[in-house]
């Protein structure tokens, strides 16, 4: 297992979902590897398409000392219980993407996302993009203009 990938995915999936959101956990590991090209190009990636719009982790610390081996992070908030049996199910499904194991549910036709009820998505959709049926998602995915 690659910790360090697995933490990163960890990170990406709860700070642009949430906790719960298998699907969407999914699909946004399937359109960042379709740009990384490779498992091993997966940090540039996230670096280049996540933290560009995403403002996360300034809001929540406690996102950046996410890790695999599910401790509690330092700065999780007081007033909030840290369940470690929901980290790591999404660990293990953060293995099992990076062991080709988890399915696609927009089947290849994903190049973004974006939280539905967002400024970004109406952006988006005014520049071209259209929307791609991915199951009952978190987020809105999205396919690039051609």
Known sequence: ????????????????????????????YHVLLRHAGT??????????????????????????ELTADCAQPEHWPAN????????????????????????DPCHGRADQWRARKSKALRSALKRGYRRVGCGKTVNAFLREPK
């Open 1 to 28: 297992m690659n910790a360090a990938l697995v933490a990163l995915l960890l990170r990406v999936w709860v700070a642009e979902h949430g906790w719960s959101a298998e699907l969407d956990d999914a699909a946004t």
């Open 39 to 64: 498992v091993e190009a997966l940090p540039a990636t996230v670096a280049q398409m996540v933290d560009a719009h995403s403002n996360a982790i300034a809001t929540r610390p406690w996102l950046a």
């Open 80 to 103: 909030r219980n840290w369940l470690p049996v929901v980290c790591v199910l999404m660990v293990q499904r953060a293995q099992d993407a990076l062991a080709g194991k988890l399915r």
